[in-house]
T-cell receptor, first 113, second 112 residues
Framework: ETGVTQSPTHLIKTRGQQVTLRCSSQSGHNTVSWYQQALGQGPQFIFQ???????GRGNFPPRFSGLQFPNYSSELNVNALELDDSALYLCASSPSGSRDEQFFGPGTRLTVL | GENVEQHPSTLSVQEGDSAVIKCTYS??????FPWYKQELGKGPQLIIDIRSNVGEKKDQRIAVTLNKTAKHFSLHITETQPEDSAVYFC???????????WGAGTKLIIKP
């Protein structure tokens, strides 16, 4: 069974640019959640996608947006990057019968200069 | 708002001893409490979880206890080993949308 995968592993961008991060969910999982983890802190919920629809959003501005595709993979897009967006971005997938059980990928480390 | 407090922030124990990490949650509607282990450069790994209809759950050297009245839950690791060294996070389900509210993490150091 393949776990959650994320790409790229690392990314460096400059302020004002746009970035797209990708996530492939674990086999059999139809829910994807995205989190932002700043250095030395716990993850902060960005949003969740269930059956290609946004299913809840945390306290993040609209320049954070996402998509979920029919194969349940997902993208996180961030526009107009700010220095504070530098963080580890984590994707988690959940099985349909237990959407609060979240299994995480390795994350994408984003650095904004 | 919803929050989860986690203590201690750092815990150093001798190899073979037990380690206990405690969390308190604020939202009485929370009904799912997972614990994650995060090693350097990796994503969080789910190690054990408990739901609000259960008071205790054990999996080999790891156990979790839940006190709904006090809104406390704890992680217990017995017979600690060097590979247990990592940052441990507790989390609680949010009021809606299956989001998890996370504690700030505990850095567990196992001394040889």
């Amino acid at each position: 069974e393949t776990g959650v995968t994320q790409s790229p592993t690392h990314l460096i961008k400059t302020r004002g640019q746009q970035v797209t991060l990708r996530c492939s969910s674990q086999s059999g999982h139809n829910t994807v959640s995205w989190y932002q983890q700043a250095l030395g802190q716990g993850p902060q919920f960005i949003f969740q996608y269930y059956r290609e629809e946004e299913n809840g959003r945390g306290n993040f501005p609209p320049r954070f947006s996402g998509l979920q595709f029919p194969n349940y993979s997902s993208e996180l897009n961030v526009n107009a990057l700010e220095l504070d967006d530098s963080a580890l971005y984590l994707c988690a997938s959940s099985p349909s019968g237990s959407r609060d059980e979240q299994f995480f990928g390795p994350g994408t480390r984003l650095t904004v200069l | 708002g919803e929050n989860v407090e986690q203590h201690p922030s750092t815990l150093s124990v001798q190899e073979g001893d037990s380690a206990v990490i405690k969390c308190t949650y604020s939202d009485s509607a929370s009904n799912y409490f997972p614990w994650y282990k995060q090693e350097l450069g990796k994503g969080p790994q789910l190690i054990i979880d408990i739901r609000s209809n259960v008071g205790e759950k054990k999996d080999q050297r790891i156990a979790v206890t839940l006190n709904k009245t006090a809104k406390h839950f704890s992680l217990h690791i017995t017979e600690t080993q060097p590979e247990d060294s990592a940052v441990y996070f507790c989390a609680a389900s949010g009021r809606s949308n299956y989001q998890l509210i996370w504690g700030a993490g505990t850095k567990l150091i196992i001394k040889p």
